[in-house]
């Protein structure tokens, strides 16, 4: 431990100053931020952010098109209808009655499945012939 302390605090000729390595993260730090702060200052980040805006707004106003061409189209009729069918049916437990029943007569089916499994064959009659 005393070593250590001995190195630290008493550099080597070869090692620069611990306050020379400390200047240079300094300026480290200031030359990112600089850097950083040009970047998103430039005229091609303002143009890219600029086109970018222009084409989620388009997309946007397509998506909201199609959405409604949809609503009104013969299938989004139907879909529409059949949504609200399945409203009803949740709404009423037709649907919870149902799903119970079917998750009840699979589990059955897999403990049947087990217990089958977990029962030992039936031992073959031994050979005569011998």
């Given at each position: 431990m005393d070593d250590q302390n001995q190195t630290s605090s008493n550099p080597s000729?070869?090692?620069p100053p611990a306050n020379d390595i400390l200047t240079e993260l300094?300026?480290?730090g200031k030359n990112l931020q600089a850097l950083l702060r040009s970047s998103w200052e430039s005229e091609e980040r303002k143009k890219v952010q600029s086109e970018l805006q222009v084409g989620l707004n388009d997309l946007g106003k397509s998506l909201s098109q199609a959405a409604s061409e949809f609503s009104e189209s013969p299938t989004g009729q139907t879909l529409k209808a059949d949504l609200a069918d399945l409203q009803e049916r949740i709404r009423?437990?037709?649907?919870?009655?149902?799903?119970r029943s079917e998750v009840l007569g699979a589990l059955r089916?897999?403990?049947?499945?087990?217990?089958?499994?977990?029962?030992?064959?039936?031992?073959?009659?031994?050979?005569?012939?011998l």
């Open positions: 000729p070869n090692e300094r300026e480290l009423s437990g037709e649907v919870e009655t149902k799903v089916a897999a403990n049947e499945g087990l217990k089958k499994a977990g029962q030992k064959p039936p031992q073959p009659p031994p050979d005569q012939s």
